[in-house]
């Protein structure tokens, strides 16, 4: 699987097992995975508007695909809980997922825009010199029995990239505009 290969209305979610292993799934379907990611901590989305990917929608409401990240050979009777469940947070009494609706506006790339409703994020310079450009969630990722989970939507595409859209997930959510802009999600700390 290569990211650059995403078209128009796919789908692309990242699910964060209690485990640790980051699975990336394109339409319900996994297509890569990564071990070593944190578990137990609030968990915040990042994207990076990378290559190909022009614009995304945030999904909200998403859940992850049926029965990844049990154990195997657990039973699975029923579907997943479609409420998030809480993990420890340091905000005691607000639910793992509050307040996580799209977008947050103000701490993006100096090269993407979110649209007024923070749905939709976009890159202002499609094919220009800067190829990249992170936008963060505005709440914490919801957390299911599979584990952390967040879904966007492929709105645009440049096909003329040799790289696509990058998810990831930070534990600490910048509260205001740094100095220098996040511009790739390399930039990003705790991530």
């Known amino acids: 699987w290569n990211p650059k290969d995403l078209k128009v209305g796919d789908h692309v979610g990242l699910l964060v097992t209690p485990q640790g292993e980051g699975k990336v799934f394109v339409n319900g379907k996994e297509v890569a995975k990564v071990k070593g990611m944190p578990t137990?901590?609030?968990?915040?989305?990042?994207?990076?508007?990378?290559?190909n990917t022009v614009a995304v929608s945030f999904l909200e409401g998403a859940k992850p695909p049926t029965g990844y990240g049990l154990k195997q050979g657990a039973p699975f009777s029923e579907p997943p809980l479609p409420v998030p469940i809480p993990i420890p947070l340091p905000n005691p009494g607000r639910p793992a997922g509050a307040g996580l609706t799209g977008f947050k506006s103000g701490i993006q790339s100096s090269v993407v825009s979110i649209s007024a409703d923070g749905l939709t994020a976009e890159h202002r310079n499609p094919g220009g010199a800067l190829l990249q450009g992170v936008v963060f969630g505005n709440g914490q990722v919801a957390i299911f029995p599979e584990g952390a989970y967040f879904e966007v939507e492929v709105r645009k595409v440049h096909s003329a990239e040799a790289d696509g859209l990058t998810l990831g997930i930070t534990t600490v959510m910048p509260q205001s505009a740094p100095s220098q802009?996040?511009?790739?999600?390399?930039?990003?700390?705790?991530?």
């Not at 915040?44 to 290559?51: A, F």
């Not at 802009?181 to 991530?191: F, K, L, S």
């Open 181 to 191: 802009p996040y511009e790739t999600a390399e930039d990003v700390g705790n991530c």
């Open 40 to 51: 137990g901590l609030p968990l915040y989305p990042v994207v990076d508007l990378l290559g």
